[in-house]
């Protein structure tokens, strides 16, 4: 590309249309979403940069790991802002010692215990009415799980635990099918919400876990043909957690215990000081 200008316009169209789906050039372009493309200010590349672009053009990027997103942050900064604001990338390893215990385990045990109850239904190959309600009981806790990253970085604790949600209702739309159900799946990308104040940051975390989740579904023998491709998060945040309005206030609950607490200690120590002048 020898129009270094010409190449920025012509990527700025692209990602305009992408927005919204439509028309470029001799291609249909699907609809993305709004969100990721609606600022889509392309910087004038030089030719060498152009160059490595289209290097990297050239691989197969379908089976890339989202949790590639860390290392790209993590080496984008500064050596002593990285330091500054404690930016380090964790292993899934790492973060499993976390999601296993805290997320999952509760459900496994819960699953466990249901699956039992339904072998002589799964052994027929025909569930009742009852059955479905179990299941559907399941699916609906399942469903109903949100996972807040209050730092999130580029997002990959979130993409770990969206992947084994996944897996998990995998395993519950599978057996209701086995019993003659059909179940849809209804765990995605908008479970997650997020807080992140570096702005760089805030915009891998969202794209790492969109990828994340159109990979599990490929891999996992589910369509990929809804549109917009992506969903909206609305969930994700780019501000200050500790500067969010519901982390700075006192549980209602809480300090209504405290309240009572004063209270006691109030009266005790009248009751003290009345004992003394008897």
Known sequence: ???????????????????????????????FNGHLFEEATVFQLDESEIGALATAGEADWQFIQPSIMGNLFERGLDPNQR??????????????????PVLMAPLRRAWSTLKPSLASAYARAKGSSADRAKLTAFHNKLASITVLDPACGSGN??????????????EVIALATQLG???KPRVNVQKLKAIELNAYAFELAQVAVQIGYLQWRRDNGFQNDEEPVLQVLDGFEN????????????????????????????ARIRSTRNCRRV
């Open 157 to 170: 604790f979130l993409y770990v635990s969206l992947k084994l949600l996944l897996d998990l209702e995998k």
């Open 181 to 183: 159900f059909s179940f």
């Open 83 to 100: 330091a500054q604001i404690g930016a380090h990338y964790t292993s899934e390893e790492d973060i499993l010692t976390i999601v296993e």
């Open 239 to 266: 501000k200050d957690a500790l500067m969010k309005e519901i982390f700075r206030k006192t549980p209602k609950d809480l300090r209504s215990a405290c309240r009572r607490t004063h209270r006691r200690r109030a």
């Open 1 to 31: 590309m020898d129009d270094p200008e010409h190449f920025s316009e012509t990527l700025e169209e692209l990602f305009t249309t992408m927005a919204t789906g439509g028309r470029f050039g001799a291609h249909k372009i699907r609809h």
